[in-house]
Nanobody, 118 residues
Framework: QVQLEESGGGSVRTGDSPTLTCAHS????????INWFRQAPGKEREFVAA????????YYADFAKGRFIITKDNAKYTVQLQMTSLEPHDTAVYYC???????????WGQGTQVTVSS
């Protein structure tokens, strides 16, 4: 059974640069895509970024380009989402999800709350 677990959330200040981690149970297959999504209060869930496990190709939502960086650790089976220049509108529950496609999730983590205060 695939399990995903996010960590690294919490309360931060405007301009902070926290890093979220998604831990995948076992070694992901080469076809695995790990996606990050977020859902702000009262809003639809939205795609943030994704990385292909095999090729390491990365993809970003427009709002994430230049501010967020997604990377993977092949030895630890983890995916990191480094976020920079956070603003209050980045406040959301951040989820990682596994799929074989960009912007989709078949298996989901429980989410980690990121709250940005000015």
């Amino acid at each position: 059974q695939v399990q995903l677990e996010e960590s690294g959330g919490g309360s931060v200040r405007t301009g902070d640069s926290p890093t979220l981690t998604c831990a995948h149970s076992g070694r992901p297959s080469r076809s695995t895509v790990i996606n990050w999504f977020r859902q702000a209060p009262g809003k639809e869930r939205e795609f943030v970024a994704a990385i292909r496990w095999g090729r390491g190709s990365t993809y970003y939502a427009d709002f994430a380009k230049g501010r967020f960086i997604i990377t993977k650790d092949n030895a630890k089976y983890t995916v990191q989402l480094q976020m920079t220049s956070l603003e209050p509108h980045d406040t959301a529950v951040y989820y990682c999800a596994r799929s074989t496609n960009i912007g989709e999730g078949r298996y989901w983590g429980q989410g980690t709350q990121v709250t940005v205060s000015s």
